[in-house]
């Protein structure tokens, strides 16, 4: 594989194209918005930079790696020659179906589809296309040119040829990828998610209190930040979609989401983006500060 597509260059787009560039791949970076893609090569090369200051690149390798991103509006040409696409788009199930379908008649034949969905049935997806069998999971964690781990979610009708190569790839990039089957959450958010609910759950029924629940986490399990501080990092309204993926699809009320996250994400208080989540987030401000909220 030489050609690598990447659909949607918002957080986790721009770090997948950086990583594939960086290990000397031709990547083409596709969105609908132009200025997404400004900002995503801005992004890269903001990120490329820090990279050399830390001794990881050198100066030429950092320039050879931006010069093999080329961004593109319209998939058509941005997807013609790809040998694989790795779909970063907005996180909606008719957006990533639609794509889907589009990525089935746009791209060659022997190209493999991969998504990198947090939630999203990959059976599902594949089962819109005529290729099956070449589309899977390829679930990148946040920071992508940082964090080690890459889910690689089988779907139902997934080949053993498209996982192993898939799994090949990963580690050619110095990733960990790990193989798992796809079940609502798949392995990370299926445990995950189900932490945070009831990290939630024990502030909304007052055993404690929010710093009290994410020292001890962090603390106690050895968690580099807690659960309601990783919440408002990852989002809140994204925390209560993926636990209403799991509640939906497994059909078990322990996943039910806490009545706590409902309101907060339905006033609009969706963590770090928002300013404000279980913690109040002031630019500049270097500690935590505890929402005024729940004081
Ligand atoms: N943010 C995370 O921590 C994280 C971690 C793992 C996986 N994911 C998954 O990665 C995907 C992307 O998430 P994100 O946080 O980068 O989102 P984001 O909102 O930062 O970026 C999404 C980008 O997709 C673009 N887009 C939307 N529809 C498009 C289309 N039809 N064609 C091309 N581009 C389109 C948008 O313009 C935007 O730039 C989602 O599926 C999400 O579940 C996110």
């Known amino acids: 594989m ?9 957080t986790m787009g721009n770090g997948i194209a950086h990583v594939f560039a960086q290990y000397g791949y031709e990547v083409s970076l596709i969105d609908i918005s132009a200025h997404a893609l400004e900002k995503a090569i801005a992004t890269i090369t903001k990120n490329m930079d820090r990279q050399v200051s830390k001794g990881i690149l050198v100066e030429t390798e950092k320039s050879d790696a931006l010069n093999r991103i080329q961004s593109f509006t319209s998939m058509e040409e941005g997807v013609k020659n790809a040998d694989l696409v790795v779909e970063a788009a907005t996180e909606n199930l008719s957006i990533k179906l639609d794509l889907f379908k589009k990525l089935d008649e746009l791209t060659p034949e022997s190209c493999i589809l991969a998504s990198n969905t947090s939630s999203i049935s990959i059976t599902k997806i594949g089962a819109v296309t005529k290729r099956p ?3 899977i999971g390829m679930h990148f964690m946040n920071p992508v040119p940082v964090m080690k781990l890459v889910e690689v979610i089988r779907g139902y009708a997934t080949s053993d040829e ?9 580690k050619g990039l110095e990733k960990v990828p790990v193989e798992v089957n ?16 009831e990290a939630i759950y024990t502030l909304y029924e007052g055993v404690a209190g929010i710093e009290e629940i994410d020292t001890v986490m962090k603390l106690g399990m050895a968690h580099p930040m807690g659960p309601l501080q990783l919440a408002d990092f990852i989002g809140l309204d994204v925390c209560l979609s993926i636990l209403r993926v799991l509640h939906d699809g ?3 009320p ?3 989401p806490c009545p706590l996250l409902v309101n907060m994400v339905e006033a609009g208080f969706k963590g770090a983006k928002t ?13 935590l500060v505890v929402s005024p909220r729940f004081r």
């Open 2 to 10: 030489k050609n690598i597509s990447v659909i949607g260059s918002g």
């Open 133 to 135: 069998e070449k589309v």
């Open 162 to 170: 498209v996982t192993d190569s898939i799994m090949e790839l990963s």
């Open 182 to 197: 796809d079940y609502p959450g798949f392995v990370a958010n299926r445990i995950l998610m189900p932490m945070i609910n």
């Open 250 to 252: 497994f059909g078990n």
């Open 254 to 256: 322990k996943y039910a």
């Open 275 to 287: 300013g404000e989540g279980f913690y109040k987030y002031t630019s500049g401000s270097k500690d």
